[in-house]
C-alpha cells in the first residue's frame, strides 16, 4: 500500500514556474514507476510524464515537453514536477500517481488526492 500526497501549485502567472511535490509512505517506493497527470474542469485525465524507478529514463506528453521536468529522490520517498514557462492551458489539478499504465491513460495503481495549479495574470 502506498499513499501519495501532492504539495505546491495555486496561482502562477503566464511564463512563470512552478515545482510539485509528491510524498509517498508506505514501503519500497523505489520499487514504483511514478507518474504525473492533470486534469482540467470539463476533461479527461490526462498523462503529463512518468519516471522510471531509478529516475534515469523518463517520458513525457508532447504538450509539456522541454517545458516540464520530473525527477525523484528515492531516499525521501518524494517525486517532483518541475513545470516552467507555464501557459494558461496548463492550468488543471494535478495527480501523481504510481506504477501508471505505459499506454498512457489515466489508470495506476495508487493515486494522490491532487493539487490545483492555476496559470492566470
Known amino acids: 500500500q502506498v499513499q501519495l500526497v501532492e504539495s505546491g501549485g495555486g496561482l502562477v502567472q503566464p511564463g512563470g514556474s512552478s515545482k510539485l511535490s509528491c510524498a509517498a509512505s508506505g514501503r519500497s517506493f523505489s520499487t514504483y514507476t511514478m507518474g504525473w497527470f492533470r486534469q482540467a474542469p470539463g476533461e479527461e485525465r490526462e498523462f503529463v510524464g512518468r519516471i522510471s524507478r531509478s529516475g534515469f529514463i523518463t517520458y513525457y506528453a508532447d504538450s509539456v515537453k522541454g517545458r516540464f521536468t520530473i525527477s525523484r529522490d528515492n531516499a525521501q520517498n518524494t517525486v517532483y514536477l518541475q513545470m516552467n514557462s507555464l501557459k494558461p492551458g496548463d492550468t488543471a489539478v494535478y495527480y501523481c500517481?504510481?506504477?501508471?499504465?505505459?499506454?498512457?491513460?489515466?489508470?495506476?495503481?495508487?493515486w494522490g488526492q491532487g493539487t490545483q495549479v492555476t496559470v492566470s495574470s
Open positions: 500517481a504510481a506504477n501508471p499504465r505505459t499506454t498512457g491513460r489515466p489508470e495506476a495503481d495508487y
